[in-house]
């Protein structure tokens, strides 16, 4: 079904058996759910759980949508560890490690690993702005301080700091560098790379208002934060266009255009936090600095999430299943649209 049409990555016999677990699709950049400025964790769960029902083939934490930044280092690992364990061997999940040191870079790597990751996310250092060479050697300290497989991560609109072609090129040699998120938006990078990182190196989307187009254009998938709202028409898009249903594809990229504009209409993860709280999954609670959605944003979030909602339930009614060990949720207003 879903997993058949995906590319698997294959490095070598030692890597094998997670190999085949990590490939494209439709990956989700999951959000941290917050209440009275605690994490979750019923929430979180169920999160998880509803994505892995829905056919996405990864739980991506502790990114920028899971607001990172304002987590500490034990809440980092207990947002993985729960991840881990809801997911466990059906899907990889992918945390991010990255600081703008590398020292501290490698302790969240470290960390990650002994929590359950099957594999990192690696942001170039912020803040710091090294240059190509420092980029190099910084993910090169990485990879050798852990043993699973690492993805880059090019948003040079967050970090100012972006990562050069020749740069991936020299890293994909690297045993475990096993793919790039690419949020720059340059929908010419895949068929520039491609001869450049080989077949079973993975090209992943970070941008979900063209990740479509850059499907097209030669990538694998995206990690996507519209997968928040939208699990099975994400999943099912990308099954599309690995079955060679160009039809559906096109159809479901047009379904889903309206709403990847409106989860960015403010900083992420502001309007995708307002989204699922509106869908009773989770509160609308962030952390300082971040603020929530605007009353005049409002109105587009839940127009476009309206769009879609009903496709998208057809698709896949939304299952709760039963959780061990983990509260129950008692403060989420279940109210609907």
């Given at each position: 079904?879903?997993?058949?049409?995906?590319?698997?990555?294959?490095?070598?016999?030692?890597?094998?058996?997670?190999?085949?677990?990590?490939?494209?699709?439709?990956?989700?950049?999951?959000?941290?759910?917050?209440?009275?400025?605690?994490?979750?964790?019923?929430?979180?769960?169920?999160?998880?759980?509803?994505?892995i029902?829905?056919?996405?083939?990864?739980?991506?934490?502790?990114?920028?949508?899971?607001?990172?930044?304002?987590?500490?280092?034990l809440?980092?690992?207990?947002?993985?560890?729960?991840?881990?364990?809801?997911?466990?061997?059906?899907?990889?999940?992918?945390?991010?490690?990255?600081?703008?040191?590398?020292?501290?870079?490698?302790?969240?790597?470290?960390?990650?690993?002994?929590?359950?990751?099957?594999?990192?996310?690696?942001?170039?250092?912020?803040?710091m702005?090294?240059?190509?060479?420092?980029?190099?050697?910084?993910?090169?300290?990485?990879?050798?301080?852990?043993?699973?497989?690492?993805?880059?991560?090019?948003?040079?609109?967050?970090?100012?700091?972006?990562?050069?072609?020749?740069?991936?090129?020299?890293?994909?040699?690297?045993?475990?560098?096993?793919g790039?998120?690419?949020?720059?938006?340059?929908?010419?990078?895949?068929?520039?790379?491609?001869?450049?990182?080989?077949?079973?190196?993975?090209?992943?989307?970070?941008?979900?208002?063209?990740?479509?187009?850059?499907?097209?254009?030669?990538?694998?998938?995206?990690?996507?934060?519209?997968?928040?709202?939208?699990?099975?028409?994400?999943?099912?898009?990308?099954?599309?266009?690995?079955?060679?249903?160009?039809?559906?594809?096109?159809?479901?990229a047009?379904?889903?255009?309206?709403?990847?504009r409106?989860?960015?209409?403010?900083?992420?993860?502001?309007?995708?936090?307002?989204a699922?709280?509106?869908?009773?999954?989770?509160?609308?609670?962030?952390?300082?600095?971040?603020t929530?959605?605007?009353?005049?944003c409002e109105?587009?979030?839940?127009?476009?999430?309206?769009?879609?909602?009903?496709?998208?339930?057809?698709?896949?009614?939304?299952?709760?299943?039963?959780?061990?060990?983990?509260?129950?949720?008692?403060?989420?207003?279940?109210?609907?649209?």
């Open positions: 079904m879903f997993r058949s049409f995906m590319r698997s990555w294959t490095r070598n016999t030692r890597q094998a058996p997670l190999a085949k677990s990590l490939r494209g699709g439709s990956l989700v950049a999951l959000p941290t759910p917050f209440f009275h400025n605690r994490i979750d964790e019923n929430a979180f769960a169920k999160m998880c759980a509803r994505q029902e829905c056919g996405t083939s990864a739980l991506v934490v502790c990114t920028t949508t899971g607001e990172a930044s304002s987590l500490s280092q809440e980092q690992c207990r947002v993985i560890e729960i991840a881990a364990d809801i997911a466990g061997d059906r899907v990889p999940v992918i945390a991010g490690a990255g600081t703008c040191s590398t020292a501290g870079s490698i302790a969240l790597a470290s960390q990650a690993e002994r929590a359950g990751a099957a594999a990192l996310l690696c942001v170039t250092p912020y803040y702005r090294p240059t190509q060479e420092g980029i190099y050697r910084h993910m090169c300290a990485i990879h050798d301080a852990v043993t699973i497989p690492m993805i880059l991560y090019d948003v040079p609109m967050r970090t100012a700091c972006a990562l050069a072609d020749d740069t991936i090129e020299r890293l994909a040699r690297l045993e475990r560098i096993v790039l998120k690419d949020a720059t938006g340059d929908l010419e990078r895949p068929a520039r790379l491609r001869p450049r990182v080989g077949d079973e190196f993975l090209l992943l989307s970070g941008d979900d208002i063209t990740q479509a187009m850059h499907r097209v254009a030669g990538g694998d998938g995206c990690i996507s934060v519209t997968a928040n709202v939208t699990p099975a028409l994400c999943a099912d898009m990308h099954h599309a266009w690995g079955r060679g249903d160009l039809r559906t594809f096109n159809r479901i047009d379904l889903l255009a309206p709403l990847s409106a989860l960015f209409v403010e900083t992420n993860p502001i309007p995708v936090k307002y699922l709280s509106k869908m009773a999954l989770i509160a609308d609670e962030l952390r300082m600095p971040l929530p959605l605007s009353q005049d109105k587009t979030v839940d127009m476009a999430v309206e769009s879609v909602r009903s496709v998208e339930q057809r698709m896949h009614p939304v299952i709760q299943p039963p959780l061990v060990g983990i509260a129950p949720v008692e403060h989420l207003a279940w109210s609907r649209w």
